[in-house]
């Protein structure tokens, strides 16, 4: 069996998507790449995160080609796929359908900066792409065009995606997502929130950067 390490992750980081309720049931998928292989390793489609065992996950290479596995992979794995051709800063990718992102992304809405760990997306803001039907070509440049120079993106009517050097790392920022995602929306039900300025928000990211 390939990788046994990586599958034994995602296996693990599935868990920790129910058990953080960042997602429900069977909905989203977890991936990472392995650049000197050209592979990657996502979850299968339709199946319960506590159920997965390490001989379910999929590997596959950047053409869409499964090179082991007998599971259907991801309805998502083009999403996923796009970022590991374009971006070489990207090496795990975390897609949830999480309450409050999802709430944002379903009135087509970014997360500006209300909190300065919307900073742990790489900028001042997480946009929101433009919808697209899920598992299409379409969803994925979406997808991939808004999240530029960030790692989270909120996908329109649909969910969070994020990403990073390692899925611990991309499993964090879309933890910390939803909370600013949680904190936009409740400010909101109380009035105009106060937003932190460009300026602090360039502070706060050469600060992450030293740590």
Do not use: W
């Amino acid at each position: 069996m390939l990788y046994p390490k990586e599958r034994e992750l995602i296996v693990a980081y599935g868990k920790k998507l129910i058990e953080s309720k960042l997602t429900t049931g069977t909905s989203g998928n977890i991936s990472i790449y392995l650049p000197d292989k050209k592979q990657l390793l996502i979850t299968p489609s339709g199946m319960d995160y506590a159920k997965i065992q390490q001989e379910d996950i999929i590997v596959m290479d950047l053409c869409g080609n499964v090179v082991e596995g007998n599971k259907k992979p991801s309805s998502e794995y083009l999403m996923h796929q796009i970022f590991y051709r374009r971006r070489n800063d990207i090496r795990a990718l975390v897609h949830v359908h999480s309450v409050y992102a999802t709430t944002l992304a379903s009135i087509n809405s970014e997360i500006p900066a209300v909190h300065y760990l919307v900073a742990t997306a790489g900028g001042d803001n997480v946009r929101c792409a433009k919808y697209a039907t899920y598992g299409t070509k379409e969803l994925a440049e979406n997808a991939y065009q808004a999240m530029e120079n960030r790692y989270a993106v909120l996908l329109a009517n649909h969910g969070l995606l994020t990403g990073s050097k390692d899925l611990p790392q991309a499993f964090s920022i879309a933890l910390e997502i939803e909370f600013c995602a949680e904190i936009y929306y409740r400010t909101k039900t109380l009035g105009n929130p106060v937003i932190l300025t460009a300026e602090e928000m360039a502070n706060v990211l050469g600060r992450f950067k030293k740590e």
